[in-house]
């Protein structure tokens, strides 16, 4: 299969911050998640820790069998974090603390010089970058000046969309965005919103070689098991329709 499913487990960390006990632990939903057939583990080490703990990250670089995806905000304290992990690919996102997840892409194309300096320092060590930007070929183009590995694309809107016709505008931006990027040599993941209901249409562009998925996963795992669950995300993204 060309695409990789990275099973983002931020929100098995959720349910183990709602009581501040041990369990459920994402260091174990990684593991199942490996087990059946994710090849990237993804999370989001915030500011605020509201979910993944720094314990987390130490123990899933430990025991991570594919790729560890960091995400995290373009700060001198995350890259100082990603400096003593070495995360396989660090994800560089927006962050506000308000927010209850992550509301839109990176604004690269307005901070291209913060940016770059960060990208260079985590690239220094030996670390691979993508960005989560919008589905916009300004971003695009900004992304690839600043020397990203690859780009990340927001399909929040894709999946929030009201209707068919607001649907298709916002799939074709992204296979716009999708085929842009490919074409400045970047790599092109895509998450923000997919499940079981809206990920065979990103399947299919053939530019996109990763997804990352999250919540909808561990909100199915509850009800079927998390092997289960990323089996059958996986059996979507290997027959698109």
């Known amino acids: 299969m060309g695409q990789r499913l990275g099973v983002n487990v931020d929100h098995v960390a959720t349910l183990r911050q709602a009581r501040r006990t041990v369990y459920p632990d994402p260091v174990t939903a990684a593991a199942l998640a490996e087990l059946a057939g994710a090849r990237q583990i993804t999370i989001h080490l915030r500011e605020d820790r509201r979910h993944i703990q720094d314990r987390d990250l130490r123990i899933l670089r430990d025991t991570v069998q594919t790729l560890l995806n960091l995400e995290m905000a373009a700060t001198a304290e995350m890259v100082k974090i990603a400096y003593e992990y070495k995360p396989d690919v660090v994800t560089l996102v927006p962050e506000r603390r308000e927010e209850l997840t992550t509301e839109g892409g990176l604004e690269v194309a307005g901070q291209r010089e913060s940016i770059a300096k960060i990208i260079k320092n985590l690239k220094d060590g030996e670390i691979a970058v993508s960005l989560f930007i919008d589905p916009d070929l300004d971003q695009v183009r900004a992304s690839h000046k600043v020397n990203a590995d690859r780009v990340e694309l927001h399909t929040g809107r894709y999946c929030e969309a009201r209707n068919d016709k607001e649907r298709a505008r916002e799939l074709a931006r992204i296979v716009d965005a999708a085929k842009?990027?490919?074409?400045?040599?970047?790599?092109?993941?895509?998450?923000?919103?997919?499940?079981?209901?809206?990920?065979?249409?990103?399947?299919?562009?053939?530019?996109?070689?990763?997804?990352?998925?999250?919540?909808?996963?561990?909100?199915?795992?509850?009800?079927?098991?998390?092997?289960?669950?990323?089996?059958?995300?996986?059996?979507?993204?290997?027959?698109?329709?």
């Open 180 to 241: 842009a990027s490919a074409k400045l040599g970047m790599g092109v993941a895509a998450g923000h919103g997919l499940n079981y209901d809206n990920v065979q249409a990103i399947a299919r562009i053939q530019e996109i070689d990763e997804l990352n998925i999250g919540h909808a996963i561990v909100g199915r795992a509850v009800l079927v098991g998390f092997e289960r669950a990323v089996r059958e995300m996986l059996d979507l993204m290997r027959d698109p329709g």
